[in-house]
């Protein structure tokens, strides 16, 4: 069983950046496939970004590509987004996933493991 938190969320405007931090609580925190989902008012859930177990490969949507970076630290049991040049459509709630799986998937049923979520707005 995996418990993850996220924090880090709030209100910036247009261009600014913020930081989201996910931590989880239990075993093995490497185990685990990490990635970040986020879901808009109105619209469905949406993958934004995963990072693999120890070489930390990653795979992100095209929409946030050059923009988000993710990250992880195994000895904190966290993983990151750093969130920079950030627009209005950027604007939903982050979750935090965990899940074993073979590769950076980025269908939401694939992961086993959810974080309640970081209410992030955009302003412009």
């Known amino acids: 069983q995996v418990q993850l938190v996220e924090s880090g969320g709030g209100s910036v405007q247009t261009g600014g950046s913020l930081r989201l931090s996910c931590t989880a609580s239990?075993?093995?925190?490497?185990?685990?496939?990490m990635a970040w989902f986020r879901q808009a008012p109105g619209k469905e859930r949406e993958f934004v970004a995963a990072i693999s177990r120890t070489i930390f490969t990653t795979s992100y949507a095209d929409s946030v590509k050059g923009r988000f970076t993710i990250s992880r630290d195994n000895a904190k049991s966290t993983v990151y987004l750093q969130m920079n040049s950030l627009k209005p459509d950027d604007t939903a709630v982050y979750y935090c996933a965990a899940g074993i799986l073979a590769g950076l998937g980025q269908a939401g049923n694939l992961y086993n493991y959810w974080g309640q979520g970081t209410q992030v707005t955009v302003s412009s």
């Open positions: 239990g075993r093995a925190f490497g185990a685990y496939i």
